[in-house]
């Protein structure tokens, strides 16, 4: 629970677990809750700019994941990833779509640097073999094409 902890001891138990050696990959589920425990927007700024800043140069991976419930999900999401842009090397959004009177799963690239990358929705699915993309004819080129799903 983000009132359970501060901000600059998570960041000291990450450099001391990096600096043991053996982590490769951070995950930080939820940015926002432990960006929380900073006050002021500034000191969010450079405590992400610095923890990010080792994480790479320590060369671990690091996902931040942060969720959103939002009717105008598309354009806040492309909000966020403008705010998080500076940051971010990869930026993915994953989110569900109405269609065929279902809740489909969908993927889709924000921003990958360095890359003209692949800038198709997709859907997934998560099962026993773990996730699979699926190509837009498995997933339904049609359903894809839905207004809501832009």
């Keep these: ?41 500034d000191r969010r700024l450079s405590f992400l700019t610095a923890l990010m800043a080792y994480t790479r140069n320590a060369g671990v991976t690091t996902c931040c994941i942060e969720e959103m419930f939002s009717a105008a999900l598309p354009s806040e999401a492309r909000m966020q990833a403008i705010e998080y842009s500076a940051y971010a090397d990869n930026i993915v959004l994953l989110r569900h779509l109405e269609a065929r009177a279902e809740l489909r799963r969908i993927i889709s690239i924000l921003k990958m640097r360095n890359s003209d990358h692949d800038r198709t929705l997709r859907e997934f699915t998560i099962g026993p073999g773990g996730l699979a993309i699926l190509t837009p004819h498995e997933g339904g080129e049609s359903m894809l094409d839905h207004p809501g799903a832009a």
């Design 1 to 41: 629970m983000p009132a359970e902890f501060d901000p600059d001891e998570i960041a000291a138990l990450i450099r001391e677990r990096i600096a043991a050696g053996g982590v490769k990959r951070l995950v930080i589920d939820s940015l926002p809750d432990l960006l929380s425990g900073l006050a002021a927007d």
